[in-house]
């Protein structure tokens, strides 16, 4: 037993790579990740899962049923994603997918790799505008960019909590490996930590204002999602929590990527 738990932990720290997975951008976000799995690895189960989802939306009738609302935050999404490159340079060429799901939640995730849904409850409850939505897609995007769901999964690996993954790591070659069940945990179960979303709320905020979207629909947004459900806060925020300290934090880096936001409405 002692002689599998040193291989085991001998194959953890051989496998583990330090990385920059952005350019820290205006925002100024530079802190280095440690990863056990790779980004094909998690980007492919990201695929299945994704189209799981999707599927699954489908049978249910509630996959992209009106035809508006699809064009208008496909709209917002065409502007934002050409401005992934100022934080990585393959990012404007992933396979990005945008569908909207009907559905009461005031929800939205984007999946490693560019894979993005956007709940009806979070449009029409909130009355977004098209600034809000690209604020919260921009958030979404950021987590895609910053490779956290690869971050986490690594994490769980290495803590134990995923062993099954371990065991799958051991056994199967890199090409083989089936993470979908684990980045739909991640997607829709496991709360993202405080340091991922203060880096998501800034690079976010700063690929909002490159779009041409005033950043400081994010501190609207926010305020917006706080009031909606009373007592029970809408799903986006279970994992997304709102505190004065985080509205600070967006009207500062709202502030900081202005002019941006001008440059960018100048070439409009």
């Not at 490779?147 to 371990?166: C, F, K, P, Y």
């Not at 991640?186 to 709320?201: C, K, M, Q, W, Y």
Request: glycine share 8%; charged share 20%.
């Amino acid at each position: 037993m002692m002689k599998k738990i040193l291989v085991l932990s001998l194959v953890l720290v051989a496998g583990c790579k330090s990385v920059d997975t952005t350019q820290p951008g205006v925002v100024g976000v530079e802190r280095k990740q440690s990863m056990l799995v790779s980004s094909d690895t998690v980007n492919r189960s990201a695929v299945k899962a994704y189209a799981q989802v999707l599927a699954e939306a489908q049978k249910k009738g509630q996959l992209n049923r009106d035809a508006g609302q699809l064009e208008r935050v496909r709209a917002i999404a065409n502007r934002l994603i050409p401005q992934t490159g100022a934080f990585r340079a393959d990012a404007p060429g992933w396979h990005w997918e945008v569908n909207v799901i009907t559905s009461k939640d005031v929800n939205a995730w984007c999946m490693p790799g560019g894979k993005i849904a956007f709940y009806t409850g979070l449009i029409e409850k909130l009355q977004a505008t098209d600034a809000e939505i690209a604020a919260v897609m921009g958030h979404e995007i950021a987590h895609a960019l910053r490779e956290h769901g690869r971050e986490r999964a690594s994490q769980a690996m290495a803590q134990g909590i995923g062993i099954s993954l371990v065991g799958a790591l051991l056994r199967l070659p890199g090409g083989a490996q089936d993470l979908s069940q684990t980045v739909l945990d991640l997607t829709f179960n496991l709360p993202n930590s405080r340091t991922d979303e203060v880096e998501a709320d800034r690079i976010g905020v700063e690929l909002a204002a490159r779009s041409g979207f005033d950043p400081h629909a994010a501190v609207t947004l926010w305020e917006k999602m706080s009031k909606v459900g009373g007592s029970q806060p809408p799903q986006f925020l279970s994992t997304h929590p709102s505190h004065a300290s985080r509205i600070n934090d967006l009207r500062g880096n709202a502030e900081k990527v202005m002019p941006l936001y001008e440059s960018a409405r100048a070439k409009r």
